[in-house]
């Protein structure tokens, strides 16, 4: 125990950023499992799809999902979800809805809104579209 305390007092600012780290850690693991939002990775969300006739909510911009998205998803930018001015959105109110963005990232903030807004089963795609072509599954490209 002495050693620590030595090391403590020899390292004042590298020992700071490790309890911060620490802190940091421990924040985000009981935000993640205090949450409604359920993460899921490609093959759940397929499962998912077929199963439970999941809907995919795409929140990139347009552009981006032009250029590739998931086969049967609807592309309404996180924007129109922070802004609620997408009503197409309450027409999935009762069924899972999946979430999707580049990354995994933003698609994150949109599901923890829906939450808010009352939707029940609401899940994220972890790694978001990136995940999705690296498990070599469909996507689908729009021609307008």
Known sequence: MQEYIEFFKAHPILSVAWVGLFIALLVT???????KV??????????LMNKQDAQIIDVRSKDDFRRG????????PMAEIKNNSNTNLEKYK???????CSAGMTSAQAAELLVKKGYE?????????????????????SKR
């Open 29 to 35: 693991w009981f935000k993640s499992a205090l949450s």
């Open 69 to 76: 998205h998931i086969v049967n998803a609807v592309n309404i």
């Open 38 to 47: 359920k993460q899921v990775n490609p093959q759940e969300a397929t499962l």
């Open 121 to 141: 089963q609401v899940f994220n795609l972890k790694g978001g579209m990136g995940e999705w072509q690296t498990a070599n599954l469909p996507v689908s490209k």
């Open 94 to 100: 009762a069924k899972p809805i999946i979430l999707v």
